[in-house]
């Protein structure tokens, strides 16, 4: 039986990956210290004979007993308030934290894969972003503590790779919704459906023109499990390139909620994205992926689960 180490495992993200390695009959190690993640993300896991759950913050010294196939770093707040409210938790485990994973890896000699995200492109000058695009990113600035830890990280993966040859993946998340994103989370679509099915306004930042390109959850966990065991070494976009504007999409959940909620708007944050939509091709290529859940169907999904979260 391979043996999986999943780093933020108790993450929206991470429980996700959890449940796929378990499916696939791995044996799966989650490590989280509950800095964003949630214990009832995992909780039905526990009883799983091949499951196993440690409470470790990932930028003290990782030591595993027994061997390990596979290390999937996801640690790490991912949303905008979080960040905004962690930066230097956030700069830790981007920067330590990739760092003693990746250490882990070597003495293993286990596969690592880092999640790094499409933040790593910033406000992007090129549109469609294609993993070639180095990126457009205010270092200094507010969002820089999430962006440049995650190229930081990257740097320090591919340095392990080339130095170390530890064998290296590289998987840039796109937006990304579904079950078990916190009704909190800061992010567009937890604010809009949370909103929406309680008929509060629905905030919407700048004039909403800007644009994101959403991927239901279990897409993107299929894309992240087939670059895990492909031969990729260099960084490959997983997302959905369906681009929709931030007004269109509050208008879209509104919709689907039956709710009487008005929209209003709130100033655009500091080096917030004017666009963001992944080049696929790559992935489409070398993975023989595309995503297979269209929105509307994704989107009824995470209304259910919110609706039993929120008791309505």
């Known amino acids: 039986m391979k043996r999986i180490l999943i780093t933020g495992g108790a993450g929206f993200l991470g429980s996700h990956l959890c449940e796929k390695f378990l499916n696939e009959e791995y044996e799966v190690i989650c490590m989280d210290n509950f800095c964003t993640g949630?214990?009832?993300?995992?909780?039905?896991?526990?009883?799983?004979q091949n499951f196993s759950l440690i409470n470790y913050d990932v930028t003290n010294y990782i030591h595993i007993e027994g061997k390990l196939d596979y290390i999937l770093h996801f640690a790490s707040p991912a949303s905008p308030i979080d960040y905004l409210k962690l930066p230097i938790q956030t700069l830790k485990v981007g920067s330590l934290?990739?760092?003693k994973a990746l250490g882990l890896a070597k003495v293993k000699d286990a596969r690592f894969l880092l999640a790094s995200t499409s933040e790593v492109y910033g406000d992007p000058l090129q549109h469609p972003q294609v993993e070639s695009y180095w990126g457009n990113v205010n270092p200094v600035g507010?969002?820089?503590?999430?962006?440049?830890?995650?190229?930081?990280?990257e740097a320090l993966t591919m340095a392990y790779n080339r130095y170390h040859n530890v064998d290296t993946r590289i998987v840039r998340i796109f937006n990304t919704f579904g079950p078990r994103m916190r009704i909190e989370d800061g992010r567009a679509i937890p604010a809009f459906i949370s909103q929406a099915?309680?008929?509060?306004?629905?905030?919407?930042f700048g004039n909403g023109s800007q644009t994101r390109s959403v991927c239901y959850v279990?897409?993107?966990?299929?894309?992240?499990?087939?670059?895990l065991l492909s031969n990729e070494i260099m960084p490959v976009n997983i997302g959905n390139p369906d681009e929709i504007t931030m007004l269109q999409l509050a208008e879209?959940?509104?919709?689907?909620?039956?709710?009487?909620?008005?929209?209003?708007?709130?100033?655009?944050?500091?080096?917030?994205?004017k666009v963001r939509k992944p080049d696929i091709t790559k992935a489409q290529q070398t993975l023989g992926w595309t995503p297979k859940i269209n929105r509307e169907l994704g989107l009824l999904k995470t209304?259910?689960?919110?609706k039993k979260r929120l008791n309505l």
């Open 38 to 48: 949630s214990p009832d993300n995992i909780a039905h896991l526990l009883g799983n």
């Open 97 to 99: 934290g990739t760092h």
């Open 142 to 153: 507010i969002r820089g503590v999430y962006d440049e830890a995650k190229r930081f990280a």
């Open 197 to 204: 099915l309680v008929n509060q306004s629905v905030t919407v």
């Open 218 to 227: 279990d897409d993107l966990v299929d894309g992240i499990y087939r670059l």
């Open 252 to 273: 879209e959940i509104i919709k689907l909620t039956n709710s009487k909620s008005k929209i209003i708007f709130y100033e655009l944050p500091s080096d917030d994205p």
């Open 303 to 306: 209304i259910d689960d919110f």
